[in-house]
């Protein structure tokens, strides 16, 4: 028996203005399978109505081969399966530090000399406080809009157990180590596509860093940098100074490859 879609007689019900849409009612006769019924509605309907762009169907049984459709058209269409949109901003971020890059001067009191702490900040007898400053950290997200199929339980996981990872391999035009994944976010309407936001950071990997009389310092975006501070002698300004002895650069994240998000490297 030929599957056959009609047009129902209280179809066409819809609103204007910003917001227009229309729903477009039909009944569906001939198959017992969900599948069937849904291409057949697809099918039987037009693509554009009134100026309006399909956008979802929906089916409901009613009898053992018969079945109620729905289409809503709207002004836009929507997203494609494996569409995707970006963003990103400079923003940057927070570091404390306790070495800086040079002093641009020194001033003393009167009859004084002021010690060169070799580039410490904020040294105090006991400690070398440091400051806080503004570093640079390109922040960027991507949404992309992956079939029901993909987005599995075991998909879920992946992506929960790859935040807060740092990259092993180039990903997005970027050196393994400089980007760190913030996680993802995920929605899905009925049995539409998922759409699902990637966020991440970046931080630059950094070679050649010198603090103090310590030279070749390499040190990737997301590795946490310390310096070993001891009391040395400032023979001008016959005082003890703190200076950097030892500079240690740590793994904080774990290093992962990035091909298991599924949107390319």
């Given amino acids: 028996m030929p599957i ?61 081969d018969t079945w109620d459709g729905t289409v809503r058209y709207g002004l836009t269409s929507p997203p494609e399966t494996g ?4 963003s990103f901003d400079t923003g940057g971020g927070s570091q404390h530090i306790t070495q800086g890059r040079g002093t641009s001067a020194r001033y003393s009191a009167p009859g004084k000399t002021a010690p060169n702490f070799g580039g410490a900040i904020g ?58 994944f913030l996680g993802a976010s995920g929605t899905q309407r009925g049995q539409e596509d998922w759409e699902i936001t990637f966020k991440f950071a970046s931080s630059p990997n950094a070679t050649g860093l010198v603090i103090g ?6 040190k990737k975006g997301w590795e946490y940098l310390w310096v070993r501070y001891a009391d040395a002698e400032d023979t001008t300004a016959k005082v003890l100074i703190k200076k950097p002895i030892a500079v240690y650069v740590e793994q904080v994240y774990p290093t992962n490859s990035f091909a298991s998000l599924g949107i390319g490297s």
């Fill in 123 to 180: 040294v105090t007898q006991d400690n070398v406080e440091g400051v806080d400053i503004y570093v640079p950290v390109y922040n960027f997200s991507e949404t992309h809009h992956l079939a029901p199929a993909a987005v599995t339980g075991a998909y879920k996981a992946t992506l929960f157990f790859l935040t807060a990872t740092v990259n092993s391999d180039g990903f997005k035009g970027f050196a393994p180590g400089e980007v760190l």
């Fill in 213 to 218: 009389e310590i030279t070749g310092i390499n």
């Fill in 83 to 86: 569409q995707s949109s970006f």
């Fill in 4 to 64: 056959t879609v009609a047009e129902k007689w209280d179809s066409r019900e819809g609103t204007q203005g910003e917001g227009a849409s229309t729903d477009l009612r039909y009944i569906i006769r001939g198959t017992d399978d969900d599948t069937d019924a849904k291409s057949a509605l697809v099918a039987g309907s037009p693509a554009l109505y009134a100026g309006l762009v399909r956008q979802s169907s929906h089916i409901e049984r009613i009898g053992e």
